[in-house]
Every structure is written in C-alpha cells, then in structure tokens.
DNA sequence: AAGTGTTGCTAAAAACTTTCGAAACGCCCG
DNA sequence: CGGGCGTTTCGAAAGTTTTTAGCAACACTT
C-alpha cells in the first residue's frame, strides 16, 4: 500500500510543489487519483466506474463507489459560462410575512453558494409591463425563481430566449410541463385540517380559501372536500369562500360566514393571515375561540404560535421550499441534469388552541 | 533550486526594494501587481480573482483572496461611474417580520429607479469573515444599506477605499459621523409610550428592551425613564429587562417580571415581538390584558392590529425608513450632495386595546 | 505618457478516458 | 490431475479533453 500512496502523491504534487516553493497546496477538488488512492486501486480502475465501464469486478465497484458519494465527487467541469453570482427571487407583491420566510430559505442556500439574492415585486395588475424581464437581463441574473406568480406565454418566452434557467414556487396557473416547480402537498394540508376538524364534532365547517384562479386555493379547497365528503358531511358550496389570503379578506369573508342564518362552527382559514383576519370578525361578533368558532389556518408563519389563543395550523414549509427551488435553480445554471421537475414538500398539521369541540347548543339546531 | 526563487521572489523584491532603496515602502496603494508578487502569480491571474473570472484554480483563488482581503484591496479607477442597477441590503439576520418591512420600502425605491435589490443576511458571530464585502464588490454592487449592525472599521474601510457608497439604519454602535444614517426617534417613542401608560394611571410600569448594546434600546429605555422621571415616579433599574428584540426574549423577560413579588401593573416592551412574548408569558399566568397588565410594543408590525387584545405600540416607519436610506443611497451613488447625514423619522404612540386603566386592587398595595 | 486593470490567446499541466496487454481465475478435456 | 484456452479484472501507458496561468496587446483613467 505504501507504493500506491507514493505513486499517486508524486504526480498530483510533485509539479506543483516544486513550482510553488515554500507554499500552501490545501484544498484540492477530489480528483480521481485521490479516490484510487484511497481504494487501493488504479486511476483508470476509478475512471471506469464513474462511466460505468464494464471490466470491473461488483466488489470493487462498490467499494469505488461508495467513496466516491463520501467525497461528494463532481467531474471537473461543466462550469460553461461564467456567472455573475446573482440570482432574482420574484414575489408577486411583498406585504406578506410568508414571502420572507421563502426569502429566508432562498438566502440560506445563496450564502453557501457565494450567490446574491435579489428580491422584487411584480404585481399581476402592476404599471411595470411585462419589461420586467429584461430588467432582469439588464443586470445579468444567473436564474430566476418566481414566487405565487401567474405566468404568461410571453414571458417565459423572454426568459427561455434570454437562455435565464427558471423555477417556480407555488405557481398561480399550472406551468407548462418543462417548468421546474416546488410546492407544498396543499390537498393533504386541506385535507388533514378539515378531517381534525371533523374529529372534533364539527360538521358545520366553512373555508375561506384563496382567490379562485390560484391552483393551491383549489387544492386546499378540494382537500377540504374530500375530507367532508369521506366522513358522509354534504359539501355546501354557500360555506366555501373565495378571499385574497390576506388579513383583510380573511375578515370581510368571516364576517359574511358569522352572519349566516346558520353560522358555522368551524373555519378552515387557509392562510394564516385570512386566519387572523378571522379573529378579528370573531372578536368584533363577541365570540370566542374556540369556544364559540374553531378556526385553522394554513401556513404556519411564525406569529401562528404567538397569537391569542395559538392559532391551529397547516404547517408549509415555507424557507425549505425557498432552498429547495434555489437548489433547483443551482442544477439547472450548472446544466445539471434535475432529479425531478417538480417537488412537493409535504404539510403538517399543527394543533394548538384555536380549536376545539363544539359547543352543543348550537350545534343541535342541525 | 536556482528557478525556485526565480518564480516568487523575482518581481516582489528585485524590482520593488531596489527601486525604493531606504525608502518606506508601506505608503504605496496596493495594488494588483502587488498582491501578484506576493502570491507569486502573475498580475492578470489576480484580476481574474478580483472579477470572478472562470478559469482560476481554486487553490490559487483562495491564496490570492486571502492576500486582497488582508490587503484591503480596493479597484484603482476611481469611481466606477458605469452603474450596474444593484444595491445591496444586508440584514444582521432575516429572521423578523420587522426585516421585511424595510425592504418593502427598499424594494419600492428600486421599483421607481430600475434598480435591483439584493438582499443577506450576515449574523455578527458568523462564521464567514469580512471578506462579505468582497463578495459585495464581486457581483459590482452600487451601494450598500446596512441594517441594525455593528459596524467594524474594518468593514467600513473596506467599503470607503472600494468606493461603495454606504447608508446604515438603525445601526447597533454609533457610526463615524460621515456615514449617513437613517433612523427613527426611539427616545420620544420610549416617551410617549411611557406616557401613555402613566396618564392611564400606572406607576409600577416595566420595560423591556432590546440588546444593551443597541443604540435603539437604550434610546428607548432613555425615553421610558424620562417619562418616569417627569412624572415624578422613582425610575427603578430592576423593572429594566435586556431581551433580544424577538419574541423569545420578550416571553423570558416577562416571565421573570410577572414573577417579581410586586408585579408591574403595565410592560413596555420595545418591539412588538417581544410584545407578544410577553403575551404569552400573561396568557400562561391566566393575567388578562388589558385587564390585568398593559402592554405597548415598539414597531407598528402589521400583526400588532390583529393581534388579540390588538396591540397598543408605538409606530416606527420601516418602510418609510427603507426608501429613506434607499432615497439618500441613490444621491451617494449618483455623487450629489445630501441635504442631511442623519435623517430621524418620527414615531408616533398607536393606542388600541392591549392598555387600559390598572385595577384599583392591585395599585392599592403600592 | 504612465500607471492600472482587462481580455483573447496560447502553451502547459492536470484531469480524465481509452486501449491494450498481463495476471489471475476457472473450466474443460486429455 | 494438469495443462491449454477462454474469461475476467485490473493497471501501464498513451490519447483526449479541460483547466489554468501567463503573455502580450488593448482599454481606461489621470
């Protein structure tokens, strides 16, 4: 063994020891003859197995590769063309806490990645036409991530023809297939809320969702229908509500809820902020929580666990998917290939105290 | 043995000392055949490293990046005057709702002025050193508005001698006088809070504050005594708490205060988050608010209106404070003069409901 | 015009692949 | 049982591609 370790450190720092002189020589890529080295093998033996050659015995392989995943080993290479170290992360309108929990995530992965974030807003309504993109060229992004944004033909031509790799977050309207997307498991969250909900004895349950043109408003609407309709509760479209995801939707559609003939005894928020908004109707009617109204919300923002009471929740994990979608952004400005097109990141229920079992009498006015 | 020396010490001693013979040599700017020398390698391989370019080894870029750091390395060309359309925020951590509501206003000024925002966050202990801010010059940035940070005269130099004009708000230590700052006026905040909570009738009034080593928090405890002081009631250093501006400070201070054998009757808590800590804290303790203690936060966070009871605070104007910084920044960078070096945005008292008068039984025991 | 920094080009070195032959192994038949 | 013969496995050496760094010419500012 002693041989093989000689053979290989002369090559690799003979040259460049000698050159240098008296100087540091840390930190080298792992290269293959590093790898060899550490097997007990040849380079070349090492070269065969990354391409899959086939004159190499199981075991050998194994071992080869197994330090190959160790070192984390990436062909030297493929760094094509040079990048400024600056990616945008566009939000549709910034006046939520969630947007800079994404944020949160995005920058986590751009400071290990020596990479700057830019962050700005494009409203769908905005003055700004859709030159918004070549404002991006302008200061020479290496990629793009969208964050709840609609995205039109024209625009993603402009990117695709600027050559400026894209990932989405929580899209508004379904990509186009080729389209990298992170998201959450909306319908389970929907779903999972509804059917605590229904565990509790409520069978009067609203939902105030978001605008209706957003894909993860219907997929949380629609878990919230199969949860209803799986525990044999008729699904009432007058107790589905159509908001904006903000407080003040939130409140104008809870109060419309609280002055139903029939009140319901349960509304599944769909937004933490709308969730809040909720409260708010809630305390001006005089009702309390969750004694009198159970409220769940979806997202779980930080403040979800600060209000009064603890507010019961859909957790998404919201700066997991920012560094997931930046991940993805990563491959795709290397030319990597992606393991998959589109990730979703699974929802958890949260149960703090903003629900709980009905109170009787009103529910016996079925 | 003979071209060893050939290759490092040829260029710096030879040419440099000889010239400059008894001469002090220090003087001299550094510059990139310089930094080459020393690194021994040639000048264009330093400018690759300087500008990002591909093809270094990244053996040779780290030598070379270690010397331009220590160096202090700064672009001769005096001041770029082609302007890249960048501005760099950067946040002493990313973590508050407070974070976003700056870069709102940041965002917005970048919005009118074709300019893009790249935001980070860089902790005080972190484990990357100051070589932020070469990454700041790596990606050509305009400017750089610093938020709530403790400013080293390293870094400042570091950004004075690359000619990146700097705005700081809200920073932790007092900057040097020529360093334009932006903030808001936490002492008349800490006043008129205090006030408030005395004209309702309190006289066991506590505070809790931020970071002892924030201006900030000092400024607004400086307020709170004051308004003691005028009221004549006797300013007593054990109802000051020091937290941490988040939620989990406010939480433990309060704890700790609601457990003093005489229980202050009202809290100033000196940000909203910590606000809500301390809600908590009286939500655990069964203490009603307003009832039972009043609270007034610090911030005016969109949550403090729907909080439950909504939160009387003090408003600071973090938006306003935003496109502040980022309105004299754009003045820095386009060389004109600013009208003035220090900008105080006013606070204003917000009352809702988290206040009210303090129950006759429990003052009667003073 | 001098001082400084940038960039295309080239040569070299390094990293990796491929070819090919030798050793090791096993199998069959004499 | 042992030697010929084919197969498998691996490494030496030669070939190929990619990376790296310096040269020299160019660009920009005083």
Chains 1, 2 share one sequence.
């Not at 006046?95 to 986590?108: H, K, N, Q």
């Not at 023809?161 to 498991?185: C, F, H, K, Q, R």
């Amino acid at each position: 063994m002693r041989h093989q370790e000689d053979g290989t450190a002369r090559q690799q720092q003979g040259g460049t020891a000698r050159r240098r002189d008296g100087q540091r020589l840390l930190e080298r890529r792992t290269t293959l003859a590093a790898i060899a080295a550490e097997a007990g093998v040849s380079l070349p033996t090492v070269s065969k197995v990354v391409n899959g050659r086939p004159d190499v015995a199981p075991s050998t392989r194994a071992r080869v590769e197994q330090l190959l995943d160790q070192h984390q080993y990436a062909r030297s290479g493929l760094r094509r063309h040079r990048r400024s170290g600056l990616v945008d992360l566009v939000f549709n309108g910034l006046d939520s806490p969630w947007a800079v929990e994404i944020l949160r995530g995005v920058e986590e992965w751009g400071a290990q990645h020596e990479t700057a974030v830019a962050v700005s807003s494009v409203r769908h309504g905005d003055a700004r036409p859709a030159s918004w993109t070549s404002a991006l060229a302008s200061h020479d992004t290496d990629g793009v991530i969208l964050v709840t944004t609609r995205l039109t033909e024209r625009q993603l031509g402009q990117l695709r023809s600027a050559g400026i790799p894209l990932v989405v977050i929580d899209p508004a309207n379904a990509p186009p297939p080729e389209i990298p997307s992170v998201g959450a498991t909306n319908w389970a969250g929907g779903l999972a809320a509804t059917e605590h909900l229904l565990s509790l004895g409520h069978r009067r349950i609203a939902a105030i969702t978001g605008p209706i043109d957003y894909l993860c408003s219907l997929a949380r609407v629609d878990g919230y229908r199969s949860g209803l309709e799986r525990a044999g509760v008729r699904f009432d479209q007058g107790l589905v509500r159509y908001g904006d995801f903000q407080h003040e939707g939130g409140f104008a559609r809870a109060v419309e809820l609280l002055d139903l003939p029939q009140r319901p005894t349960a509304i599944f928020a769909g937004s933490d902020q709308q969730a809040f908004g909720v409260y708010e109707a809630a305390r001006q009617r005089g009702l309390r929580i969750p004694e009198d109204l159970s409220v769940v919300g979806f997202d779980e923002l930080p403040v979800a666990r600060w209000a009064s009471p603890p507010l019961t929740t859909v957790r998404q994990p919201l700066a997991e998917m920012g560094s997931a979608a930046a991940q993805m952004l990563g491959e795709l400005i290397e030319d990597r290939p992606l393991r998959s097109n589109r990730v979703e990141l699974s929802t958890e229920l949260i149960v703090r105290e903003s629900t709980a079992v009905p109170a009787k009498s009103r529910e016996s006015g079925k």
